[in-house]
Structure formats: structure tokens, C-alpha cells
């Protein structure tokens, strides 16, 4: 994480298919939901991003690991949907939820609050906002307690789905 918060790290930057990062997580994590009868669902994805995927793998593999971990009842659902001129990726949950005076904190080093059994190192967050931060990918969270979670990244899209999507709606607005 130092690596990472340091500069130091020149992630390559490349298009790819959001489909095949998808693929990865559904097989390590599905049987993790499923073993605690939670619901699980990876919507597909078209889309091609820009962007690093092993860096973006690891963020949402964090964000994952604790959808399944916070939540004992209901279900985590990885959703992804076209932006703008990003890829909105969500992770939601039915679980634990964090308290609004948390929602910054959640992501410093080593912050945990959930009981004791359930916790971690407290690195998983301050990964996901390092990464972001190096990829220039918007995190945000949406969660109530008892209810739920939601993280969200705005992923760039990769650059000919971009242009594409632009003189889509431009042609729109013409006609209308
Ligand atoms: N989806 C979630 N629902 C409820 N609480 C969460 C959720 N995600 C994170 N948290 C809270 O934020 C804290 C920090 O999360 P983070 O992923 O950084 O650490 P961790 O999961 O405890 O440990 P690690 O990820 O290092 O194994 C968690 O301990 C928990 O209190
Ligand atoms: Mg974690």
C-alpha cells in the first residue's frame, strides 16, 4: 500500500473486457456467498473499460470479500452499468450497513468496526481508495445500518466505446 499511495507505481493502463474480471470474481467468490446461503448475482457486462485490471480486480475483490463478510441475511449483488462516459460498477449488500459518521473512515488504515469475529486487518478499504486514487476511478458509499451497503466506482470507458457512446447521444439530441 505504501507502493501504491507513494506514486511510485505506473499501473499500465489498457482497454479491455469487464466481462472476463467479472468471470474471476463470480468463481472465487460465489461459493463463499452461496456457503452462507446469501444470494448471489453478477450481472453481465458488455462494456470494455480503460484502465488497470489486476488493480481493478484487487478493489473490487476487496469490495466483494466484505459485501459477503458484513452480511449474514439477503444477498450481494456486483452490478455494472454505462455512465456517461464511465462504467458505473457497484457491489451492494443486505447486510450489517456502517454508520454515516463511518462513511469516511471506513476507509483509513486499519479502521474496523464491525464486531469482533467478523474482522479483518482493516486494509481492504485503504486499498480500494490507493487504487482509485491511482486510476483516477471515483469511489463512493451509500448504506444504511441494518439495511445495507452499496460501494460504487466510476470506471472510464475504454476510449472508441467512449467516442462511440458521445456521437450516439449527439445524434439523439440532433433529431430531438
Ligand atoms: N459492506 C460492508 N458492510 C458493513 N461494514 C463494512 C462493509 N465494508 C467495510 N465495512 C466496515 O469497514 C471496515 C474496514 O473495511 P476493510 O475492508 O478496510 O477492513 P476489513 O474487512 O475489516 O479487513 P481486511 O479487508 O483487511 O480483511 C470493516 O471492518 C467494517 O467495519
Ligand atoms: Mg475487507
Given at each position: 500500500m505504501a507502493n501504491l499511495d507513494s506514486g511510485s507505481l505506473h499501473p499500465d493502463i489498457i482497454d479491455f473486457s469487464v466481462q472476463s474480471l467479472l468471470d474471476d470474481l463470480d468463481v472465487a467468490f460465489g461459493p463463499l456467498a452461496m456457503g452462507k446461503a446469501l444470494r448471489w448475482d453478477v450481472t453481465p457486462c458488455i462494456a470494455r473499460v480503460r484502465s488497470n485490471p489486476v488493480l481493478l480486480e484487487r478493489m473490487l475483490s476487496n469490495l466483494v470479500d466484505n459485501a459477503i463478510r458484513f452480511t449474514s441475511v439477503g444477498g450481494v449483488v456486483v452490478s455494472s452499468r454505462l455512465s456517461g462516459p464511465s462504467l458505473l460498477l457497484q457491489v451492494w449488500d443486505t447486510g450489517m450497513g456502517i454508520a454515516p459518521q463511518y462513511h469516511e473512515r471506513?476507509?483509513?488504515?486499519?479502521?474496523r468496526e464491525a464486531p469482533d469475529g467478523n474482522?479483518?486487518?482493516?486494509l481492504g478499504l485503504p486499498i480500494v481508495r490507493s487504487g482509485a486514487r491511482m486510476l483516477g476511478i471515483d469511489v463512493t458509499l451509500r448504506s444504511v445500518p441494518g439495511r445495507g451497503s452499496c460501494f460504487s466506482m466510476r470506471v472510464p470507458l475504454a476510449q472508441g466505446a467512449a467516442v462511440r457512446r458521445e456521437a450516439v447521444a449527439a445524434s439523439f439530441s440532433s433529431v430531438a
Open positions: 471506513v476507509f483509513d488504515a486499519f479502521f474482522r479483518g486487518a482493516g
